[in-house]
């Protein structure tokens, strides 16, 4: 059987190595025939840490990664440089960063 890709848009960046992307479809109302927006939220896999929130990516399923974790991201913008991100969440601030905010005080 082939490997499922979506397309999607990263919704959080906040873990490491790890995106979450929201991918809409749109399905017809059984009764009233009209035309309804419906998303799902899959965790995919970002070796690099080079996707951010608001990134458009496309996923492709792979063999499980984690309890969440199945899809692995395959191609995003052009700009997205490896390592883009600079801090993790709860890494400390560097001591030249808050000694310049301190002076402006």
């Given at each position: 059987?082939?490997?499922?890709?979506?397309?999607?848009t990263?919704v959080?960046d906040a873990?490491n190595?790890?995106?979450?992307v929201?991918v809409e479809r749109?399905?017809m109302?059984?009764?009233?025939?009209?035309?309804?927006?419906?998303s799902k939220k899959?965790?995919?896999?970002d070796?690099e840490?080079?996707?951010?929130?608001?990134?458009?990516?496309?996923i492709?399923?792979?063999?499980?990664?984690?309890?969440r974790?199945?899809?692995?991201?395959v191609?995003?913008?052009?700009?997205?440089a490896?390592?883009?991100?600079?801090?993790k969440?709860g890494?400390?601030?560097?001591e030249?960063?808050t000694?310049?905010?301190?002076d402006a005080?």
């Amino acid at each position: 059987m082939p490997k499922r890709i979506l397309s999607g848009t990263v919704v959080s960046d906040a873990c490491n190595k790890t995106v979450v992307v929201r991918v809409e479809r749109r399905v017809m109302h059984p009764v009233y025939k009209k035309y309804v927006s419906r998303s799902k939220k899959y965790a995919a896999h970002d070796e690099e840490n080079r996707y951010r929130a608001g990134d458009v990516v496309r996923i492709e399923e792979c063999r499980p990664l984690s309890k969440r974790k199945s899809w692995i991201v395959v191609e995003g913008p052009a700009d997205a440089a490896p390592g883009r991100r600079t801090h993790k969440p709860g890494d400390t601030v560097p001591e030249a960063v808050t000694a310049d905010v301190g002076d402006a005080a």
